[in-house]
């Protein structure tokens, strides 16, 4: 249970294949973003992933890494998108 100084944030991550990745960590009050991936250890676990900012969201709403955090966010890591979904539409109409 978080106290009036610590907040519990959960991160989590999905692979193209593997196991999904998730850890909830306890962090200051004031933290931000990059503190709960730092927190979290995804990058021993998965050290591919480069965390940007506009690759990583709080409740699937992308924010930017300084974003602050409060009890109970889920951070979420995006992977880069194989294909445009746009341009894949195009060509599906194409056919």
Request: proline share 8%; glycine share 6%.
């Amino acid at each position: 249970m978080p106290t009036a100084e610590t907040i519990r944030v959960e991160v989590v991550y999905a692979p193209p294949r593997g196991a999904a990745f998730g850890a909830m960590v306890s962090l200051p009050a004031d933290a931000r973003v990059a503190d709960a991936l730092r927190a979290s250890g995804l990058a021993l676990v998965h050290p591919e992933v480069a965390c940007v900012a506009g690759r990583v969201g709080i409740h699937a709403r992308l924010v930017a890494l300084d974003a602050p955090l409060a009890d109970g966010d889920r951070v979420e890591v995006y992977r880069p998108l194989a294909q445009d979904p746009r341009e894949a539409r195009r060509r599906r109409a194409r056919r």
